[in-house]
């Protein structure tokens, strides 16, 4: 089956401090990738993805590479703000050969980011 | 962006009571949404599939006549907790695909947290 496994929490960090969240997956077919971020009292919104290995996915300062080699897709920034400090959550979706998805998302545990001033 | 509503954000019911959570796509046709429960600390865990006008996919393991759902538009959903339980008590959340693409995108809604006394 399928299955996403995160780097266990909580994350804290100071102010400009690089962040590395790993991420690691299982998948049967072609599975796209993503992150989606939590912030306190909102719903879950699409951080960024990727769709093919070696695709690199990038928002608001966010990158992850998708590496297929490793079956990873790792959540970096080069410097973390406090206005980052939310629930980051690495997910996969399978496609079929054609790209196209059947939609159900496998999410990981989460990881909660703190990031002091 | 694409706007996911639920309501009501927060209910607390006595156990034996039916609670029902809607779910709307305020600015885009969705024919598929999905229901998710997330447990305090760790990931949201798929419960079923909802397509408009046809009978909702469940996951292994989660009871249909325990959770009913409902897609009776393309823009709302609706999920009925059936004689609600304290082990009932938990944060549902659902996402919907937009209709016109045919990527990976789910749009989150903010959640609702229902306790069960």
């Known amino acids: 089956g399928n299955s996403v496994t995160q780097m266990e929490g909580p994350v804290t960090l100071s102010e400009e401090a690089f962040l590395t969240i790993n991420c690691t997956y299982t998948?049967?077919?072609?599975?796209?990738l993503f992150w989606y971020v939590q912030y306190p009292g909102e719903g879950l919104q699409l951080l960024l993805k990727?769709?093919?290995?070696?695709d690199k996915g990038s928002n608001k300062g966010f990158e992850a590479t998708y590496r297929k080699e490793t079956t990873s897709f790792h959540l970096e920034k080069g410097s973390v703000q406090v206005s980052d400090s939310a629930v980051y959550f690495c997910?996969?979706?399978?496609?079929?050969?054609?790209?196209?998805?059947?939609?159900?998302?496998?999410f990981g545990q989460g990881t909660i980011l703190t990031v002091h001033p | 962006g694409a706007v996911v509503s639920q309501h009501p954000s927060w209910v607390i019911c006595k156990s034996g009571t039916s609670v029902k959570i809607e779910c709307r796509s305020l600015?885009?046709?969705?024919?598929?949404m999905f229901w998710y429960r997330q447990f305090p600390k760790q990931s949201l865990m798929l419960m079923a599939t909802?397509?408009?006008?046809?009978?909702?996919?469940?996951e292994q393991g989660v009871e249909k006549d325990k959770f009913l759902i409902n897609h009776a538009s393309l823009t709302l959903s609706t999920l009925t907790v059936t004689s609600a339980h304290p082990e009932d008590s938990s944060f549902y959340i659902c996402?919907?695909?937009?209709?016109?693409?045919?990527?990976?995108?789910?749009?989150f809604g903010p959640g609702t947290r229902l306790l069960v006394l």
């Open positions: 990727a769709t093919k290995a070696d």
């Open positions: 996402s919907a695909r937009d209709l016109t693409s045919f990527t990976e995108t789910q749009y």
């Open positions: 600015d885009f046709q969705a024919t598929t």
């Open positions: 997910a996969l979706a399978v496609t079929n050969a054609g790209g196209t998805s059947y939609g159900k998302l496998t």
């Open positions: 998948a049967t077919g072609y599975p796209s």
């Open positions: 909802s397509n408009e006008g046809s009978k909702a996919t469940y």
